[in-house]
């Protein structure tokens, strides 16, 4: 299989020598970079209250991230289509790196909200381009796997991330956390440039002429990637809801920094040992649109559970409900994507799904933030569990309408 210009013999069970060794060096990348990022999680909802922002404006601020991450995220995959993943990775990397600098001296409502911004843009440049380039290097009969690998790197570091970070933020302050992921996503950015081949996510000339016209409509057109879509854009509306409320509403009942970062431990373990099985059921099943419901559902059930916990346990054990849940969905989602687009078009496809994702964050952090304010943190989750059902009611319908 072509990964960077060459071709590679298969193995006995199909995939190249060089597929499993992109698949290790893409996966320490990945675990380096989330990790880093994933350490602020618990700590910027704390700082900002103790600096006198308000709940709704905390809120705003994780819709900044979100709004730099998804307006970009669908450019950034044409670019990776174009010239390859690698330089624009590291890009990314770099503004993160440099934006949690910037962190230490964010003392207000404003400064919080352009950190946000430049850590949204860092993140688009990061993200779709390692997942088209996950997408290339997988053979077809190992996309389901590849991105079970992939997302359990992911979500490993998206679970320590934020225990790190929580008990870091306790014990050293909220500057030690900062510091320590500018660290970290420096050594991440000398291991990506290091190790990562300088053509990989480039399958030869055909990427330099991308018919961009022609490879929007043709993926507009294609109801696999419309549905995938779409219930990305919900599943997102409800882990922005968790990613962005559940410090609040934890320490709401009493819970600590470093309980909060368990909970989000619990959440991303689950997520992540999850997408390895997952992702080899993904390649048995014929439909893989039937699992992606199942983990919606699933999703749904544990956001109503979450609205109603009061104690540690209860937390965690819907958080690990939540996390299987989303492991099962998003592995599957991945999975049919990259199984329903063209080679050349996968970066653009995987933009678009970045794109959802962090457009479903944000539409949840700024209205529900207000939402919370009124009518409290249960039935802002009571509510984001009904809007996950019924993005998991117009996948169905898209998916499964019969062509004109």
Aim: hydrophobic fraction near 55%; charge should be positive; proline fraction near 4%.
């Amino acid at each position: 299989m072509a990964v960077d210009g060459g071709a590679a013999a298969p193995t006995p069970h199909g995939a190249s020598p060089s597929f499993a060794r992109l698949m290790v060096i893409c996966c320490l990348v990945t675990f380096g970079c989330y990790f880093a990022v994933f350490m602020r999680l618990p700590v910027i909802p704390l700082f900002a209250r103790a600096q006198g922002v308000s709940i709704a404006e905390i809120g705003r601020i994780n819709a900044a991230f979100f709004l730099a991450a998804g307006l970009l995220s669908f450019p950034m995959g044409m670019v990776a289509d174009r010239h390859g993943s690698k330089p624009l990775a590291a890009a990314g990397v770099l503004l993160l790196a440099f934006t949690a600098c910037l962190l230490t001296a964010a003392t207000t409502f404003p400064r919080l909200a352009g950190a946000y911004l430049l850590f949204g843009a860092g993140i688009a440049a990061f993200g779709p381009t390692m997942m088209a380039l996950v997408a290339r290097i997988a053979p077809a009969t190992h996309l389901g796997r590849a991105y079970g690998w992939y997302t359990t790197a992911l979500f490993g570091a998206m679970s320590l991330g934020p225990v790190l970070g929580g008990y870091m933020a306790g014990a050293f302050g909220f500057d030690a956390v900062f510091i320590t992921i500018a660290v970290v996503l420096v050594c991440d950015l000398g291991g990506l440039l290091l190790l990562l081949p300088g053509r990989a996510g480039r399958d030869g000339v055909s990427l330099e002429r991308v018919a961009i016209r022609a490879t929007l409509k043709a993926l507009f057109r294609n109801r696999a990637i419309i549905g995938c879509w779409l219930v990305t854009l919900g599943a997102c509306f409800g882990l922005g809801m968790f990613m962005s409320f559940i410090p609040l509403h934890a320490r709401a009942q009493g819970l600590d920094a470093g309980q909060i970062g368990l909970v989000f431990l619990a959440q991303g373990m689950a997520n992540g040992l999850a997408r390895i099985p997952c992702g080899y059921l993904s390649d048995k099943v014929e439909r893989r649109s039937t699992l992606v419901l199942i983990g919606m559902l699933g999703f749904a059930v544990s956001l109503t559970g979450i609205g109603a916990s009061v104690q540690l346990t209860a937390f965690m054990l819907w958080a690990l409900v939540s996390g299987a849940s989303l492991g099962l969905a998003f592995t599957s989602v991945g999975a049919l994507m990259a199984a329903s687009v063209a080679a050349n078009a996968r970066g653009v496809a995987m933009g678009g799904y970045n794109t959802c994702i962090y457009f479903g964050m944000m539409t949840s952090s700024v209205f529900m933030g207000a939402v919370i304010e009124v009518l409290g943190f249960a039935a802002g989750f009571y509510l984001t569990a009904l809007v996950n059902l019924g993005f998991s009611g117009l996948f169905v319908l898209v998916i499964r309408r019969p062509r004109a």
